[in-house]
């Protein structure tokens, strides 16, 4: 696995107006992933004043017309055709799934997590994540049962504004689809040539590997195991989450989802020590046999650059396609490793 995983050190020179013009080199460590194709530039930044979204006027704003609120979730909301669920809408404790008003696919579900327009980070608790991700398991598996050429699907959040979250008050998305997307597409030929070309596992391998490197390695939970990303996709980093053994949605039993959420819970709070409070997330599934390809999680924190709130996302990440990385994952891995 090591083969895989490529560094290389580049500086930059330049007079410094602060020192007197004096003569110095800034480095720039370039990561290539070639297990899954990235590419990141690893550079040095003051993390001090990183921001995230924390307008709480326009949280306070953003309650009136809330379509997710409870007063509102009834007559604001869609429901899905009788054909696909009889009922309307689908609902496992607290949580709510509903059709996607702008859907990216045939099959786009929305689930809420609960009541609460806002949530912070740290009120995310095991069970909130638990049902939200169970109700949108249960919406999936409706869809499977009634359209047997869906393949692949995905469980999405976009948490804030910052991270591309369209409304505050929390919600998954749920996509079910007859193609994998490019990065799920990506991951496939990635298992299948590592099979191929070492004849093992490269998920297991990865996992592994980490495990006995341990600088990016973050911890197990039953049979998830979270890791930073060597290549990340976030300017703070990526972590994953790689359930062992499991390949499909059969496989994700209560006890499995339990683990993960309990997981994704301990993460995100240790994000709070970077001052994050947006994220993304994909959670990557696979309706098929797929024995190579191990269900996994990506979670990417996000956040705005003092002083302006300027985006984390630029030019070399849109125009081409590498990501501009400010902490290095072993130093990432480190605070979340000593989360409780």
């Known amino acids: 696995m090591k083969n895989f995983f490529e560094k290389r050190i580049v500086e930059s020179s330049m007079l410094d107006f602060s020192n007197n013009f004096t003569e110095i080199c800034i480095p720039v460590e370039i990561r290539r992933d070639r297990l899954i194709k990235r590419v990141s530039r690893v550079m040095r930044f003051r993390l001090r004043g990183l921001e995230g979204f924390r307008n709480a006027g326009l949280i306070e704003k953003s ?23 009889p009922e309307g809408r689908i609902r496992f404790g607290e949580a709510t799934v509903l059709p996607n008003a702008f859907p990216y696919s045939k099959y786009c579900g929305v689930t809420v997590f609960s009541k609460s ?3 912070s980070l740290e009120d995310f608790s095991p069970e909130i994540l638990f049902n939200a991700l169970k109700a949108s398991l249960i919406f999936i598996e409706r869809v499977r049962c009634q359209d047997d ?39 496939i030929e990635a298992s299948a040539e590592y099979r191929r070309s070492q004849n093992r596992n490269c998920w297991a391998d990865l ?22 990303a060597f290549s990340p996709k ?44 947006s994220l993304n997330m994909s959670l990557l599934i696979s309706l098929r046999e797929e024995d190579e390809l191990w269900i996994q999680a990506r979670i990417i924190p996000r956040m705005a650059l003092p002083p302006w709130g300027t985006s984390d996302v630029n030019y070399f990440e849109k125009g081409h ?17 000593t989360t409780e």
Request: proline residues 6%; neutral net charge.
């Open 117 to 119: 327009h806002f949530m």
């Open 321 to 337: 396609d590498e990501v501009i990385v400010i902490l290095p994952p072993e130093e990432l891995a480190l605070a979340l490793r």
């Open 149 to 187: 050429q869906v393949t692949h699907a995905s469980i999405n959040w976009n948490y804030m504004p910052g991270a591309g979250g369209g409304l505050i008050h929390p919600h998954l998305q749920a996509v079910v689809s007859p193609r994998p997307t490019h990065f799920q597409d990506r991951l």
């Open 207 to 228: 996992v592994a590997y980490e495990k006995s490197e341990g600088e990016r390695y973050l911890f197990q939970q039953d049979e998830v195991e979270f890791l930073a």
């Open 234 to 277: 976030g300017m703070i980093g990526e972590i994953v989450a790689v359930f062992t053994g499991k390949t499909g949605l059969k496989d994700l039993s209560d006890a499995v989802v339990n683990s993960f959420a309990a997981g994704l819970a301990r993460v995100i709070r240790g994000l709070k020590k970077f001052n994050v409070n």
């Open 63 to 85: 309650k009136k017309n809330c379509p997710f609120c409870p007063e509102n979730i009834e007559k604001s909301t869609p429901k899905f055709c009788a054909a696909l669920i």
